[in-house]
């Protein structure tokens, strides 16, 4: 297969926001790899979706952004898409495909308590995909999961310079806490890209005697070994920002997204 050309870009693709947590770290290890960052705000929150919705909506709209963008390789930076419609869109596309999934193995080997939180959206903590995850590489822990669609909110509206309702983080933590063993916990899993936007509220909720992790900084890795040896671009250009149209979520004002890259925003 030949190397794709230096302009190709990085595809990252999210039901909102989120995605910009994997995105920065990948572009601290990718600095001049061009980049575009779509978000599915006309299918948002994903978390109330059903996974037949989202196993066929996910390929299909990735598929239009593929034959519009060609991307070298895209990556599907959320958690609830990657649980539900990974395999689906490695069926349909013919380029490298890179997901996102809880960090639940390195949570099992932080944890001193032997007691681990899972911190998702509704439909990726009620996924067997965890329910494996937990099994091989979390045996002899008590793993917890808390479904919070407010915090994806939450992200959404601090990302715009809205602020944060604290009773939406207080009741993340309580809804992890307040189960049996949750006050054993010392290691949350942000298993969704929205959540780590929320790390400082997140944080400051749990206490100090909790460490929150996620998986961002592996998955940049992955892209960057993927990509290894690749041609990129000799500087740096601004990313696109594409977001599906929505009479409910308008896309968010350029200079929210500038600090991540994005120097121009269009809508399909």
């Not at 790899?33 to 299909?60: C, F, M, Q």
């Not at 709209?61 to 895209?74: I, K, S």
């Amino acid at each position: 297969m030949s190397s794709p050309a230096a302009q190709a870009p990085l595809l990252f693709f999210d039901s909102g926001l989120g995605g910009l947590t994997v995105l920065g770290p990948t572009r601290a290890l990718l600095p001049t790899a061009p980049i575009v960052y779509a978000a599915d705000y006309a299918g948002l929150p994903y978390g109330k979706k059903s996974d037949e919705e989202l196993a066929a909506r996910v390929p299909a709209l990735l598929g239009r952004l593929v034959e519009r963008y060609q991307p070298r390789l895209a990556v599907i930076a959320c958690n609830t898409a990657s649980t539900i419609a990974l395999a689906h869109v490695r069926a349909a596309l013919d380029l490298p495909i890179v997901g996102t999934v809880p960090a639940i193995k390195p949570a099992a080997e932080m944890t001193k308590s032997g007691f681990i939180g899972v911190l998702g959206t509704e439909a990726t903590v009620r996924q067997p995909y965890v329910d494996d995850l937990s099994a091989r590489f979390a045996t002899g822990r008590t793993v917890l999961r808390h479904g919070s669609p407010g915090l994806v909110t939450a992200a959404e509206a601090k990302l715009r310079g809205e602020a944060v309702d604290p009773t939406v983080i207080a009741r993340a933590i309580a809804g992890l806490r307040d189960q049996p063993g949750g006050a054993a916990m010392d290691v949350i899993v942000l298993a969704c890209t929205h959540f780590p936007l929320l790390e400082a509220e997140l944080q400051a909720e749990a206490g100090p005697g909790v460490r929150l992790i996620d998986g961002a900084a592996g998955i940049a890795r992955r892209i960057a070994h993927l990509t290894e040896g690749q041609d990129w671009p000799a500087e740096a250009a601004p990313g696109i920002a594409v977001f599906t149209r929505s009479p409910d979520h308008p896309p968010p004002p350029l200079a929210a997204l500038t600090p991540w890259g994005i120097g121009r925003v269009e809508t399909i």
